[in-house]
Nanobody
Framework: QVQLVESGGELVQAGGSLRLSCAAS????????MGWFRQAPGKEREFVAA????????VYADSVKGRFTISRDNAKNTVYLQMNSLAPEDTAVYYC???????????????WGRGTQVTVSS
């Protein structure tokens, strides 16, 4: 089992920045690729970004490319999502997840956190 706990979500004005963190415990963190997903009210959960086990490979959704940066620190068992130039459409609950590969499909992820709320005001 892998336990994941997200933090860092809050209310921010459009154009602002936030850094989300996801702390992992349980099994060896560096054995897992990590992903960030988000779900806005009334919408399906969507892929945001994913990173391979040691950070060498990264993929982003087109909607966040150039604004968001995913990274990980295996010594701290933590994955991050730096979010810049935030817009109201980024408002959602953000989830981190762990999988054997840096998939973009949420169905391929085995472990999930409970999410952290990001609200961007216009």
């Amino acid at each position: 089992q892998v336990q994941l706990v997200e933090s860092g979500g809050e209310l921010v004005q459009a154009g602002g920045s936030l850094r989300l963190s996801c702390a992992a415990s349980g099994r060896t963190f560096s054995n897992y690729a990590m992903g960030w997903f988000r779900q806005a009210p009334g919408k399906e959960r969507e892929f945001v970004a994913a990173i391979s086990t040691h950070g060498g490979r990264i993929v982003y959704a087109d909607s966040v490319k150039g604004r968001f940066t995913i990274s990980r620190d295996n010594a701290k068992n933590t994955v991050y999502l730096q979010m810049n130039s935030l817009a109201p459409e980024d408002t959602a609950v953000y989830y981190c997840a762990a999988a054997s590969y840096y998939y973009t499909a949420s169905s391929r992820y085995d472990y999930w956190g409970r999410g952290t709320q990001v609200t961007v005001s216009s």
